[in-house]
Structures are given as structure tokens and as C-alpha cells.
Nanobody
Framework: QVQLVESGGRLVQAGDSLRLSCAAS????????MGWFRQAPGKEREFVAA????????RYADSVKGRLTISRDNTKNTMYLQMNSLKPEDTAVYYC?????????????????WGQGTQVTVSS
């Protein structure tokens, strides 16, 4: 069993930076690939970034490449999303998710555990 708790979301201005954290409980964290997804009002949940279990492989949605960076610290059972040069279109609830496998995946169907989400609002 894995429980995920996101934190760090808040109201910021366009161009600001923000770091989201995802704290995981459970002994399987270091063997699970992780991902960040987001959902804006009236839209479907979309992939943002993913990272393999060891952190050596990452993948990003085209809309966030060069601005957002995913990372993880397996000694702290925590995953991060560093968000730079934020835009109003980044406004959404951000969810972290964990797979049962060590290899990353970009579709939400590949993830077994989900957090409750943290709200990020970017004002123009």
C-alpha cells in the first residue's frame, strides 16, 4: 500500500517559480515509477511529467518542457516538481501518482496510486 500527499500549491503570478512535493508512505516507493498529472476546470486530467524508479529517466509533456523539472529523493520517499516561468495556462490541480512498475509511463491508466491533489493558480 502506498499513500501519496502533495503539497506546495498556491497562488502565484505569471513568471514566478514554485516547487511541488509529493510525500509517499510505504516501502515500495523506491521501486515505483512516479508521475505528475494536472487537471484544469472543465478539462480532462493530463500528463505533465514522469520519472523512473531510480530517477535516471524522465519524460515531459511538450507544453512544460524547459520550464518544469521532475525529480525524486528515494532516501526521503519524496518526489518533486520544480516549476519555473509559470503561465496562467499552468493553472490546475496537480496530482502525483505512483506505478507498480519501475519504468515510467505517460498515460494515467498506468498508475495505481494517486494523491488528493494540490491547487496551483497562476495569475496574469
Amino acid at each position: 500500500q502506498v499513500q501519496l500527499v502533495e503539497s506546495g500549491g498556491r497562488l502565484v503570478q505569471a513568471g514566478d517559480s514554485l516547487r511541488l512535493s509529493c510525500a509517499a508512505s510505504g516501502r515500495t516507493f523506491s521501486s515505483a515509477a512516479m508521475g505528475w498529472f494536472r487537471q484544469a476546470p472543465g478539462k480532462e486530467r493530463e500528463f505533465v511529467a514522469a520519472i523512473s524508479s531510480g530517477g535516471g529517466t524522465t519524460r515531459y509533456a511538450d507544453s512544460v518542457k524547459g520550464r518544469l523539472t521532475i525529480s525524486r529523493d528515494n532516501t526521503k520517499n519524496t518526489m518533486y516538481l520544480q516549476m519555473n516561468s509559470l503561465k496562467p495556462e499552468d493553472t490546475a490541480v496537480y496530482y502525483c501518482a505512483a506505478r507498480l512498475q519501475p519504468t515510467l509511463w505517460v498515460g494515467p491508466e498506468g498508475y495505481y496510486y494517486w494523491g488528493q491533489g494540490t491547487q496551483v493558480t497562476v495569475s496574469s
